[in-house]
């Protein structure tokens, strides 16, 4: 029910709400908020999930958009194949990345991604004769679909929300099955995890890669949506504001993701009338639903009770976990 609900609201009552303000400002703020999601629930993954504490994820943001522009201003290429291509580019960066970094732990492993997120970010600002550096780089090319534009305020917001909407899915239906669990199991205790047999460096390799492919894709969308990219779009500041909706909306929680995104992005054009006063009432919000709710708005548990209970029959038990013979899992 509650899915089917937010699908509604998603492609049918926000597009109504929109059409009648008709203002391009909106649809522009409804993008913005559906691609902050995506990146979120991508954060999600790899922090909320594994457990890996990633203070680079909008380097591989950029890497997708920069991906994204470049194929379009020199090659030509449209939406349909810079979108794929802007995923896979930031997986392999990602991967690459990960094979000598992902046998740090803790406090080490943060601060390498915040290194590499700043290496990269400094390729994007230094590299004039490739990326145009801090002139960035103009996209041509708006979304298309199989050389059909895609030029309406209307038609892009759609196809944002359809690529976000199942990357989503996606996120969740890897997130809330064996290998989601299995992920969680190195995030709580990665050494028992190792001497259960879990493959650990090869699932946070696994998890970090994936977590990049689908920020590459939120990359993509930002590129072909705003039609100019430049470095400052992928700071520091900003993977620190990921990783804060992840934690606003509760760590290990999907659901909380996406809301900690939404709150996060339209709070501060909800407070736009306080001027300057509204980043302090910002970091008031952020502070309180901290101390207040230190498992956040949507915690794991209160997550992981609605999966379950939307999914119906098709969560069941197995395996010996309860004192009865029977355990969680899914079929």
Sequence with gaps: MVPALILLLVFAALPALLAGFDKGYFYQIANLALIFVLLSASMHLVTGVAGLLHLGH??????????????????????????????????????????????????????????IGQMLYLVMLNWVDFTKGPNG?????????????????????????????????????????????????????????????????????EAFTLSAFFAGVAGGLWAHMTGYISPGDFKFSESILI?????????????????????????????????????????????????????????????????????GAAWRTTGPANGKGEGIGWR
């Design 58 to 115: 909008a380097a591989f943001y950029g890497v997708g958009a920069y991906t994204a522009a470049l194929l379009t201003s020199k090659l030509g290429l449209g939406f349909t194949v810079t979108l794929p291509l802007s995923g896979l580019v930031a997986a392999l960066v990602a991967f690459l990345v990960a094979l000598p970094t992902m046998r740090l732990v803790s406090i080490y492993f943060a601060v390498a991604t915040l290194a």
């Design 137 to 205: 780089v103009i996209v041509s090319k708006g979304f298309e679909l199989f050389g059909v534009s895609l030029s309406g305020r209307l038609a892009a917001y759609y196809t944002v929300a359809t690529v976000v909407t199942l990357s989503v899915i996606a996120i969740g239906r890897l997130s809330h099955s064996y290998y989601g669990n299995a992920l969680r199991s190195i995030r709580e205790d990665d050494q028992c995890a190792d001497a259960m047999g879990v493959s650990t460096v090869r699932l946070k390799m």
């Design 243 to 311: 990783l804060a909706m992840v934690v606003v909306g509760g760590l290990g929680s999907l659901p909380g993701a996406v809301i900690g995104a939404l709150l996060l992005i339209l709070l501060p054009e909800g407070l736009r009338a306080l001027g300057d006063f509204r980043n302090i009432m910002v970091g008031l919000v952020m502070f309180l639903s901290i101390l207040l709710l230190p498992k956040g708005l949507l915690g794991e548990v209160s997550a992981l009770r609605l999966v379950r209970q939307q999914l």
